[in-house]
């Protein structure tokens, strides 16, 4: 990567992005397709990822935008960034492993929620169970999750001993499964060597995540602030063009199973983006350039 700022127009794409991104949501909404008809729970899921990860860029645009200008919004506060683009990056790799085995993926993926629910309302009960002003709320909990547990499929003997509920995996997990198939194993460990580790480092703030959030904020950053100004202009815009890039990595993927015909807006909008990134060439040439 170059230090040189890229020079580009957010005009460019920003409306077909929006456009493409509302379009999927509302035909997972309005038209569902029938493979995910038949899976219990896989619609409102996928619709779900989607919404979330469209509000989250919506909420990194707002942060890193240059207009309307805002005089609140410090270009600081671009160091806040890479934990929300995680979560992008997080809903990628969720929809990518999801599709490798609709259904039974759906399956574990909430039975695992719920095995994650259980151990929250045990732990709360084992400590808030002689109080009576916490009585109504954990029967409440109680009662909820005995109707998600027979929803979900989770049997009786698997509720009596939660941990036989296996964990939905965490992306570095995701790309080891030995049921993925090789296609999507090799894309998800692409993702997760050149995406994944750095901003989970700047997330956890591990030595290398520190360095580059706090960096610019040390009173050493002012000795040159010419140079501090252009590294957080740099950050700024990586991790902008970064976002855009997930999220329509996340609806090109949903086009790729459905064939709503939004796969040529896409195309634009990767055109313009992969000219503006080395990182959106990257994924767009090995994986979309041949399935949208």
Known sequence: MTDELPEFSFDLFREQLNEVVLTTINKIDRETPPRLQGVPGAAVMLESLLRSAEMTYRTIRYIVADVPPEPARKLEFALSVPPLTRTLLDTLFTIVFAFDDLPGRIRWYYKSGWREAMRTHR??????????????????????????????????????????????????????????????????????????????????????????????????????????????????????????????????????????????????????????????????????????
């Open 123 to 292: 732990r709360l009960e084992g400590r808030y169970a002689a109080d009576e002003r916490w009585t109504r709320w954990l029967a409440e909990s109680g009662a909820h999750l005995e109707t998600t547990r027979k929803n979900w499929g989770i049997t009786e003997d698997e509720a009596s001993a939660a941990v036989k509920v296996p964990w939905w995996p965490n992306p570095g997990k995701m790309a080891e499964f030995k049921g993925l198939s090789t296609e999507r194993r090799d894309y998800l460990t692409f993702l997760n060597d050149w995406f994944y580790r750095e901003l989970s480092a700047q997330s956890h703030l591990s030595a290398p995540g520190l360095i580059y959030r706090a960096t610019p904020l040390l009173p050493m950053a002012y000795d040159d602030p010419e140079e501090r100004q252009r590294r957080l202009m740099r950050q700024k815009s990586d991790m902008f063009v970064i976002a855009a890039t997930l999220l329509l990595a996340c609806v090109s993927e949903v086009e790729c199973e459905f064939r709503f015909g939004t796969g040529e807006r896409m195309r634009y909008v990767w055109g313009i983006l992969m000219h503006i990134h080395l990182q959106a060439r990257d994924l767009y040439e090995r994986r979309y350039d041949q399935c949208l």
